[in-house]
């Protein structure tokens, strides 16, 4: 089992910045791939970023050069999320992936406005 707990979220300005932070713990020695997703309304829930346990990293051709994706240590992994639009308001969730289950958070809120 892994919990996921997000933090960092909240109302931020058009061209303004936001750093997510999601800690894991339970069997974190299990987990390969620690994630981010989004969900706004009304739409379904998309990939944000990945990076692995070797640190590579995959992001949505819509956050590319704009989010930044690391983790420090095997349960703490962040999103930097630069130059934000609106169209980046959802609901973020942390993903992790242990033994091939995906574990979510309970998600926090990105409110972008114009």
């Known amino acids: 089992q892994v919990q996921l707990v997000e933090s960092g979220g909240g109302l931020v300005q058009a061209g303004g910045s936001l750093r997510l932070s999601c800690a894991a713990s339970?069997?974190?020695?299990?987990?390969?791939?620690m994630g981010w997703y989004r969900q706004a309304p009304g739409k379904q829930r998309e990939l944000v970023a990945t990076?692995?346990?070797?640190?590579?990293t995959n992001y949505a051709d819509s956050v590319k050069g704009r989010f930044t994706i690391s983790r420090d240590n095997f349960n703490t992994v962040y999103l930097q999320m630069n130059s934000l639009k609106p169209e980046d308001t959802a609901v973020y969730y942390c993903?992790?992936?242990?033994?091939?289950?995906?574990?979510w958070g309970q998600g926090t809120q990105v409110t972008v406005s114009s």
């Open positions: 993903n992790a992936l242990a033994a091939l289950f995906p574990y």
């Open positions: 339970g069997s974190i020695f299990s987990i390969n791939v």
């Open positions: 990076i692995t346990n070797g640190g590579s």
